[in-house]
């Protein structure tokens, strides 16, 4: 079993950017895709970007495409993703999660495509 924590959230002005990680023990994580989801209050957790077991194939929701990058370092066992150009609307509590899979270029956006979740990390954007 895998154990997740997020960190790197924060309070940032609209246009800011932050770098979220996931840090991940208890096993390698180049076993896993990665993804990152985000809960804003009130809200349905929805998918932000998912990344494969070999960091060759990444995928990531309109919403955000084009201003958030998720990357991994299986070597750190620490998965990353970087939030450029923030946005309000991008104000949720992010959450990281693992796919335990042996297709290494698994990528999904479904939350039950994962089975492990980390704790979450805030992130506000002020405007």
């Known amino acids: 079993q895998v154990q997740l924590v997020e960190s790197g959230g924060g309070l940032v002005q609209a246009g800011g950017s932050l770098r979220l990680s996931c840090a991940a023990s208890g096993r390698t994580l180049s076993g896993y895709a990665m993804g990152w989801f985000r809960q804003a209050l009130e809200k349905e957790r929805e998918f932000v970007a998912a990344?494969?077991?070999?960091?060759?194939?990444?995928y990531y929701a309109d919403s955000v495409k084009g201003r958030f990058t998720i990357a991994r370092d299986n070597a750190k066992n620490t998965a990353y993703l970087q939030m450029n150009s923030l946005k309000p609307e991008d104000t949720a509590v992010y959450y990281c999660?693992?796919?335990?899979?042996?297709?290494?270029?698994?990528?999904?956006?479904?939350?039950?495509?994962?089975?492990?979740w980390g704790q979450g990390t805030q992130v506000t954007v002020s405007s």
């Open positions: 999660a693992a796919d335990r899979t042996t297709i290494p270029d698994r990528t999904s956006g479904s939350r039950y495509g994962y089975e492990y």
């Open positions: 990344i494969s077991r070999s960091g060759g194939n990444t």
